[in-house]
C-alpha cells in the first residue's frame, strides 16, 4: 500500500497543523519536538510558520523545511 499524499494543510493552534491525505483522512500533525533543531526551530516564528503547503507527498514551508512523508503521516494523529 501507498502511504497517503498531503493535499491540505492548516496551521492549529500550539504548533500543529491539520492535514487532510487524498485518502480522506484528516490528521493532527505536532511539529514542537521539531522546533529546537536547524532548520526547523525558524518555524517559531509565527509568520513564517504560517506559510506551510503541500508539497509532493508531504507538506514543505517557504525556505524549504520540510517533513519526511513517513513521519508526518504515521506521527500524526487521526481525528
Known amino acids: 500500500m501507498l502511504r497517503p499524499k498531503a493535499v491540505e494543510v492548516s496551521v492549529q493552534p500550539d504548533y500543529k497543523l491539520l492535514i487532510t491525505f487524498n485518502n480522506n483522512e484528516?490528521?493532527?500533525?505536532?511539529?514542537?519536538?521539531?522546533?529546537e533543531f536547524q532548520p526547523y526551530n525558524e518555524l517559531k516564528n509565527?509568520?513564517?510558520?504560517?506559510?506551510?503547503?503541500?508539497?509532493g507527498l508531504s507538506i514543505e514551508w517557504i525556505h524549504g523545511q520540510d517533513i519526511c512523508p513517513d513521519d508526518l503521516y504515521y506521527n500524526s494523529v487521526l481525528i
Open 26 to 35: 484528516k490528521r493532527v500533525f505536532d511539529v514542537t519536538p521539531y522546533l
Open 46 to 55: 509565527t509568520v513564517i510558520f504560517n506559510t506551510v503547503k503541500p508539497a
